[in-house]
């Protein structure tokens, strides 16, 4: 059975930084993608960023690239979403999921999502 599980969210000031962690467990695809989402009341899940399963590859939304930062531990089987500069905007429930296709960029695309972990950003 295919399990993921975020935590490190939290209450950060704006401007700070925040890193959060998704573990995951059971069989999932030798290839596609491990990636990241958030959704604010009254938004779509919005795309944040992702990492191919099987090579370091990334992937990531244009308004946040530079600030989020995807990266894994394969020991530990754990994906981490590192974000910097922090803004209110960045105020959201963030998802850790999996696909079967490498180059997954939407919701739909995905088969396989953590509970999220809340993350708030203080102005």
């Known amino acids: 059975q295919v399990q993921l599980v975020e935590s490190g969210g939290g209450l950060v000031q704006a401007g700070g930084s925040l890193r959060l962690s998704c573990l995951y467990s059971?069989?999932?695809?030798?290839?596609?993608?491990m990636g990241w989402f958030r959704q604010s009341p009254g938004k779509e899940r919005e795309f944040v960023g992702a990492?191919?399963?099987?090579?370091?590859?990334?992937y990531y939304a244009d308004s946040l690239a530079g600030r989020f930062t995807v990266s894994r531990d394969r020991t530990k089987r754990t994906i981490f979403l590192q974000m910097n500069s922090l803004k209110p905007e960045d105020t959201a429930v963030y998802y850790c999921?999996?696909?079967?296709?490498?180059?997954?960029?939407?919701?739909?695309?995905?088969?396989?999502w953590g509970p999220g972990t809340q993350v708030t950003v203080s102005s």
């Open positions: 999921a999996a696909a079967q296709r490498i180059g997954a960029l939407v919701a739909d695309e995905y088969d396989y």
């Open positions: 990492i191919r399963r099987s090579v370091d590859i990334t």
């Open positions: 059971g069989r999932l695809f030798d290839h596609g993608a």
